[in-house]
């Protein structure tokens, strides 16, 4: 009996130091990925703003830039980068989308709300079967932020935002609030 109570503490003391280590491996690699990540984030994002330089008008490097803007949390860049996106694509309804993010990321409500109406006016009908998601997502921000100063458009974007995606709970718990 005293040899198995000895292998239970062994086998304790071996899980805990085990433990241990994968903890600070863990913390240990979190750290060097996140390092890694800037740094690799940071030479994209020059790289990418040199090519700029070169091609004012080059829309796809414009793009990733804004992306790598947005995967760096560097909101005002971001929005600056999708509004000269915009002007060279004022059509490309994915712009106007983005811009709303990232307004509504950096807590730019008022912006949010224009790029994402922008959004909606802006999307073709032949694209809005590949567009709900977004749309659904567009309606349901503008929706909640209309709820109090306008609360009869804010039922009528809810609507339209669960016609788009009837699944998304947020969309239907404020329906409720707003018809009940």
């Known amino acids: 009996m005293k040899m198995i109570k000895m292998n239970i503490k062994n086998l304790f003391l071996g899980l805990i130091l085990v433990g241990s280590v994968s903890f600070v491996n863990a913390q240990t690699t979190q750290t060097d990925a996140t390092a890694t990540t800037q740094t690799t984030g940071n030479s994209t994002i020059e790289g990418l703003k040199k090519q700029i330089e070169t091609n004012p008008k080059d829309t796809e490097a414009l793009v990733k ?15 600056d980068t999708w509004k000269k996106i915009s002007v060279l694509l004022p059509d490309w309804a994915p712009s106007y989308y983005s811009q709303a993010y990232a307004y509504q990321s950096s807590k730019d409500d008022a912006n949010a709300k224009i790029a994402y109406e922008k959004y909606i006016a802006t999307v073709k009908p032949e694209e809005v079967e590949q567009n709900k998601k977004n749309l659904a997502y567009a309606y349901f921000y503008l929706a909640f932020s209309e709820q109090k100063s306008d609360p009869n458009k804010a039922k009528e974007h809810i609507a339209k935002s669960i016609q788009y995606d009837p ?3 947020d969309a239907v718990k404020l329906n409720k609030v707003l018809n009940s």
């Open 65 to 79: 830039l804004a992306g790598a803007y947005q995967d760096a949390s560097d909101w005002t860049n971001a929005v």
């Open 167 to 169: 699944t998304n709970q």
